[in-house]
């Protein structure tokens, strides 16, 4: 098992403090109460942009301050190429969050929230804003339990014409769609660049959106012979192109 990751705003260690750095706030009472770590035990201290450190522990103080130390490298994760971007529509109740957490978990490495036609819940508002940062936490906490030094993006929610622009700019576009002449498992991916995905609400992706992500160069492409939720599909086609592109190798 790899060492507990946790999260600091930033990892530019001011001069004079030799290396060592305090946990506190929300992330210490994470470690100290939740994880209760002790002196001696490793864990690794990351942005969540892609900078990292691994650390020791000196000492756990109270119910929310831990002391890290022998922060002495600091290390870049380059982002990983292709880079894959899910445009999940959204789903009913807390099943948005799931499909955030697993995205993650699998190694997504942006999620585009789409208000799509035949989507049910709409997000408007305060309510919008509330579940656009619940999805956005989520996504933090996914990328820590997953050991990721590089969290996913989260975008604000976009139309289908934003979509649209989003796809026309991507090297490989592709929309799931039980109206596919060809599978996910045999497209012809790039080896470096974007590939966007389009994962449709559960009544499925309009005639219209079909066509104007077709426009947009979005091919149509069947996962497979099931029918998977919105919430699971767009996990279980990142974990395929995932595998595909050698990011799994």
Same mark, same amino acid.
């Given at each position: 098992?790899?060492? %507990?990751?946790?999260?600091?705003?930033?990892?530019?260690?001011?001069?004079?403090?030799?290396?060592?750095?305090?946990?506190?706030?929300?992330?210490?009472? *994470?470690?100290?109460?939740?994880?209760?770590?002790?002196?001696?035990? #490793?864990?690794?201290?990351?942005?969540?942009?892609?900078?990292?450190?691994?650390?020791?522990?000196?000492?756990?103080?109270?119910?929310?301050?831990?002391?890290?130390?022998?922060?002495?490298?600091? *290390?870049?994760?380059?982002?990983?190429? %292709?880079?894959?971007?899910?445009? &999940?529509?959204?789903?009913?109740?807390?099943?948005?969050?799931?499909?955030?957490?697993?995205?993650?978990?699998?190694?997504?490495? =942006?999620?585009?929230?789409? +208000?799509?036609?035949?989507?049910?819940? &709409?997000?408007?508002? #305060?309510?919008?804003?509330? +579940?656009?940062?619940?999805?956005?936490?989520?996504?933090?906490?996914?990328?820590?339990?997953?050991?990721?030094?590089? /969290? %996913?993006?989260?975008?604000?929610?976009?139309?289908?014409?934003?979509?649209?622009?989003?796809?026309?700019? =991507?090297? /490989?576009?592709?929309?799931? *769609?039980?109206?596919?002449?060809?599978?996910?498992?045999?497209?012809?991916?790039?080896?470096?660049?974007?590939?966007?995905?389009?994962?449709?609400?559960?009544?499925?992706?309009?005639?219209?959106?079909?066509?104007? /992500?077709?426009? =947009?160069?979005?091919?149509?492409?069947?996962?497979? %012979?099931?029918?998977?939720?919105?919430?699971?599909?767009?996990? =279980?086609?990142?974990?395929?192109?995932?595998?595909?592109?050698?990011?799994?190798?």
């Amino acid at each position: 098992m790899t060492a %507990p990751v946790f999260v600091v705003d930033s990892l530019d260690l001011p001069d004079g403090c030799g290396g060592e750095l305090v946990l506190d706030g929300p992330e210490g009472r *994470h470690a100290v109460s939740v994880k209760r770590l002790r002196a001696g035990e #490793d864990v690794v201290l990351t942005d969540g942009r892609g900078r990292w450190a691994e650390g020791i522990v000196k000492a756990a103080e109270g119910k929310d301050r831990l002391v890290v130390m022998d922060l002495e490298t600091v *290390h870049e994760e380059p982002a990983a190429q %292709p880079r894959i971007t899910v445009v &999940q529509a959204l789903p009913k109740g807390d099943r948005g969050e799931l499909a955030v957490e697993t995205m993650t978990e699998v190694g997504i490495d =942006a999620i585009v929230p789409w +208000a799509a036609a035949r989507c049910i819940t &709409q997000w408007k508002g #305060d309510r919008g804003l509330k +579940a656009l940062a619940k999805w956005r936490a989520t996504a933090r906490e996914a990328g820590k339990q997953s050991r990721r030094t590089r /969290f %996913p993006e989260v975008a604000d929610a976009a139309t289908g014409k934003q979509v649209a622009e989003l796809l026309a700019k =991507a090297d /490989f576009a592709a929309v799931l *769609h039980e109206s596919g002449d060809e599978t996910l498992a045999t497209a012809e991916l790039p080896t470096a660049g974007e590939i966007v995905l389009v994962v449709g609400p559960e009544g499925g992706v309009s005639p219209e959106e079909l066509a104007l /992500f077709g426009e =947009a160069g979005a091919g149509a492409y069947r996962l497979g %012979p099931s029918v998977l939720r919105t919430s699971t599909a767009g996990t =279980a086609a990142g974990a395929l192109l995932l595998g595909r592109t050698g990011r799994w190798s």
